[in-house]
């Protein structure tokens, strides 16, 4: 069976889309969207039919791209007034374990532990224990007469996840699973020494920042403020006078994270909300941004420290802002040099705003994986779909090549 997994981050700003298919071990991203979203804010649905009609704007670019309408997804939800907690279980086993052993230790070390008005959103094993006094993150296959287990269990309150829920009901999405934004974002951001040590990843969003502190892996800690790009925005209107789609471009297309890398000569001119010419240069805006950059940085700097005295061993910051030349030169100067910023270098998805989208499929696969599961969330009819409409693509760039080749000789 072919691999091949949906993510979709419903956030304040855009909701973006990853389909990938697991190759040889590595995700090739088959397509991608990111759309502006309305009806979310802060995290939170306020708008229903706004955001369901965002989320079917964003199906409809994959439908383009790939020729078939998209049923099944893994999803990111709000991570507001969360719970986490490491729960633990023992099960009895007496032979081999297996993937449904699994599975059965982790819904045991659930019982009881989530409370009435919260819904589960993460259940992610810690360490299992062999009996013979040693721990595994992988037991599968070994021979025991019991199995223990030790889990972290994520839980967030029932009405803002039936909210998120119902959003994708609504637009004929079947959530096959859920989890936080900042897993999804540890998950792209992983290697072999994060898995080991004690860090720290930062998403800077649209209206608020994700500070979440991970110990080997595992989300131990974690804090959200409202603070995010939206506000470098609404400084660059406040000071020329712009409307809120100006502004963003300004930031985006002009400016810089810092003025080490503005040019004084750089000149823009733009119209202003009264429809007055005005220019400005690239280190005069990027004074402001940088300044609120520095305060966003500060205000999470206190959020780490609040959350834990232990030695960070790194700090990796990812969201759309982070592609601002010169943002890691700031973030190193505020964090520490053990900061970086996040380098999505997957083709079709080239942009840290892709980070929870693309990483909450890798999660999704992993946990899978475990449980001894295959399982791909676009079914065989589809994926012929896929390749007809792949090979349909390229025999028609085949003939627009060729025509274009003998319509050169034709002329000469």
Do not use: W
């Amino acid at each position: 069976m072919r691999n091949i997994y949906t993510g979709i981050d419903l956030g304040s700003d855009n909701i973006k889309i990853v389909v990938a298919e697991l190759v040889k071990e590595k995700f090739q991203v088959l397509a991608s969207t990111s759309i502006k979203s309305v009806g979310i804010r802060k995290g939170l649905v306020v708008d229903s039919e706004m955001a369901v009609r965002s989320l079917n704007l964003a199906i409809d670019e994959i439908e383009k791209t790939l020729g078939i309408r998209l049923n099944k997804a893994i999803v990111t939800v709000p991570a507001n007034n969360r719970n986490i907690k490491v729960v633990s279980s023992t099960i009895d086993i007496d032979g081999v374990v297996s993937g449904k052993d699994i599975v059965t230790a982790l819904q045991k070390s659930t019982e009881g532990e989530i409370p009435d008005d919260y819904e589960l959103v993460s259940i992610i094993p810690i360490m299992f224990d062999t009996e013979d006094g040693k721990y595994t993150k992988d037991p599968v296959g070994l021979t025991i007469n019991k199995l223990s287990t030790k889990a972290l269990l994520a839980t967030a309150p029932k009405n803002q996840i039936y909210d998120y829920l119902k959003v994708f009901h609504d637009a004929n999405i079947e959530v096959e699973d859920i989890t936080f934004n900042c897993i999804g974002d540890y998950y792209e951001a992983r290697n072999q020494g994060t898995d080991e040590e004690l860090g720290v990843i930062i998403n800077v969003g649209q209206d608020k920042t994700d500070v979440s502190i991970f110990n080997k892996g595992i989300l131990i800690k974690n804090s959200i403020f409202n603070l995010g790009s939206k506000n470098i925005d609404n400084d660059i209107s406040y000071i020329y006078g712009t409307d809120t789609n100006t502004s963003r471009e300004l930031k985006e297309k002009f400016a810089l994270a810092s003025r080490r890398y503005a040019d004084i000569n750089e000149i823009l001119e733009f119209n202003n909300d009264q429809g007055e010419k005005k220019s400005i240069n690239q280190y005069e805006i990027t004074e402001v941004v940088e300044a609120r950059i520095v305060e966003l940085l500060k205000l999470a700097k206190k959020e780490i420290n609040d959350l834990t005295k232990r030695k960070i061993s790194y700090i990796i910051i990812t969201g759309g802002i982070t592609e601002l030349m010169g943002f890691s030169y700031v973030a190193e100067n505020i964090l520490g040099i053990n900061t970086s910023t996040l380098n999505i270098s997957t083709m079709g998805i080239r942009s840290n705003k892709f980070s929870s989208a693309i990483g909450i499929i890798k999660y999704f696969h992993d946990k899978m994986k475990l449980r001894e599961k295959n399982i791909s969330l676009i079914d065989d009819e589809k994926i012929r779909q896929i390749e007809q409409n792949k090979q349909s693509m390229l025999d028609l760039t085949e003939d627009t090549f060729i025509s274009k080749i003998f319509g050169y000789f034709a002329d000469n």
